[in-house]
């Protein structure tokens, strides 16, 4: 995934870009990148490795440098970013959000026009920013280039380019992700996360629509090419990876995190599926808000039997390496012995993707003297791996737990019955269920109905992708 923060404005704004990116933190974790723009002294540039050390710890000592009324910057968990480019449509910075499936072979097209080289990373790969770039220079303008891009690119693309006339922002032609701008009485601001632009310093005031284009001043913005019709915006922002205080097409993460507990405990109630249980728990962090959802709904009592030691390792998948990943969460996983020992217990998590932590969670909890332990999963089985953003390390559908699972019941049989099996009516789903409360040592599982969740988020169904539990674009 990644995220960006960009500002413009009458006065110097090198914290505002410091802190709106820092506040995206959440959403990568291997680079950080900072460009300011200063009409004597030009374009400022500097990218960190931030997968050891946080981004505000980089770039404090960068801040003395930085001086300037525009910027952009980023967090990435792919390819260092932004980059600068000088090309016939003027010098500018440009930072991107999304992945790029076909990058090969757009690649080779462009070598088969004119061009002959791409800077390669130690990889071999082509930096997905600068690809975008070159797709966009073959172009007349900036927004002849970007639509070009986002058209040609098989996959996402969110957009931020900073020139010296401003910062000129696209929204993905789907609208996969959001992108808002900000406002106050000395400029303006463009942020993934609408707390961002809040916390530093200005007010929401515009949202743009999907395949939107719009260029940014400091006093004000002006669409250069408006929304589509057609939206897709991705449903884990509400989910798991959105952050609880950000609002996207005007509805609140948390409110719905919550709201998709309730309503989750609801259809269980209805079918007498409730277990019998001491506590309601959410596994920490995303999938609190769910289970805080859930316990008022069921009228069971919620707790926090185990809490996340995060001040040296805030986020479990920082490091690189799986095996590090898992013995990092396993470490920071702290229990409160007092709310385990003989209880039984019921966690909600966000979602079930590969189901690795999960199942050294319950050992964990075993371990401390848990009775039982019930698992609920906030969203249907993931069947499919995302093929619009990069939000999931996992390289195949293969890797997926319940794709796996139905792999080893049923054979190449089961992939033929992928929506049976995230049906928990059914025979083949209750098989699932069965399959991995085994594997897992739960005692009882439950995963959120695609409808539910729908209901959850509250906007349009077919505005909404749901591509990694459907297969449906």
Known sequence: ??????????????????FGVDYHSHLG????????????????RQI??????????KFEKDLQKFHGTSGIGCISDTDPQPLLVRSHLGVYAISTVGIINNAEELVEDYFNGHARQFMAMSSGKVNACELTAALINQKDSLVEGIRYAQQVIDGSSTILILTPDGIVASRDRLGRLPVLIGRNGEGCCVSFESFACTKVGYENAYELGPGEIVRVTADGWETLAPAGDKMRICAFLWTYYGYPNSNYEGQNVEVTRCRNGEIMARAEAAKGAIPDVDWVAGVPDSGVPHAIGYANASGKPFARPFVKYTPTWPRSFMPA?????????????IPVPELIQGKKLLFVDDSIV???????????????????VHMRSACPPIMYGCKYLNFSRSNSSMELLA??????????EGQKHLEEYADSSTRRGQCLLKSICEKLGFDSLGYQSLDGLLEAIGIDKDKICTYCWTGKE
């Open 354 to 372: 590969r189901g690795t932590q999960l199942r050294e969670t319950v050992d964990f909890l075993y371990g401390a003297g848990a009775r039982e």
């Open 321 to 333: 390496n799986q095996e590090v990943r898992n013995q990092v969460a396993k470490m920071k996983q």
């Open 48 to 57: 960190h490795s931030i997968e050891n050390t946080p981004f505000r710890t």
């Open 403 to 412: 794709r796996k699972t139905v792999q080893e019941l049923e054979g190449d």
């Open 29 to 44: 974790t291997r680079r950080g990148g900072m460009i300011i723009y200063d009409q004597e002294d030009g374009f400022q």
């Open 1 to 18: 995934m990644g995220g960006f923060f960009g500002a413009i404005s009458k006065r110097d704004v090198t914290l505002d870009i410091f």
